[in-house]
């Protein structure tokens, strides 16, 4: 594997670590505790400065509730994180045309600001 993806995968993993982490709102210091790391090193993961072995993997994963394969997907936090009824207006956006797509955002836009 040359070595600018090693990087890339490296950084990849440790951003969805961060992602899941935040969204489960647990700190670095609460995620290290729960896996027995230290805090440092889940800073390193995050930042993709070291990559965990297998079963470091499998810990962070089991904390953090989601299947350790997703640490290596890229952009799942929101097909994993969104409620039912989120996915479900995913897929009516999927069905919509620009014109019908724009409507609804004004739609929900003036919901958010009554």
């Known amino acids: 594997m040359k070595q600018e993806h090693y990087i890339k995968n490296c950084k990849s ?3 969805q670590i961060r992602n899941f982490r935040e969204a489960k709102k647990l700190s670095q210091e609460q995620l290290a505790s729960r896996t027995g790391l230290a805090t440092g090193t889940i800073g390193k993961i995050e930042r993709g400065e070291n990559i965990p072995k297998a079963d470091t993997l ?3 994963s089991y904390e ?3 299947p350790c394969k997703l640490l290596f997907e890229e952009e799942t ?3 994993w994180y969104y409620s039912p009824q989120v996915h479900r207006l995913f897929d009516y956006l999927k069905n919509m045309n620009d014109d019908e797509v724009s409507a609804l955002c ?3 836009k003036k919901m958010c600001n009554h």
């Open 77 to 79: 936090l929101d097909q």
């Open 13 to 15: 993993i440790g951003l």
């Open 58 to 60: 499998f810990r962070i």
């Open 64 to 66: 953090l509730d989601i």
């Open 106 to 108: 004004t739609i929900a």
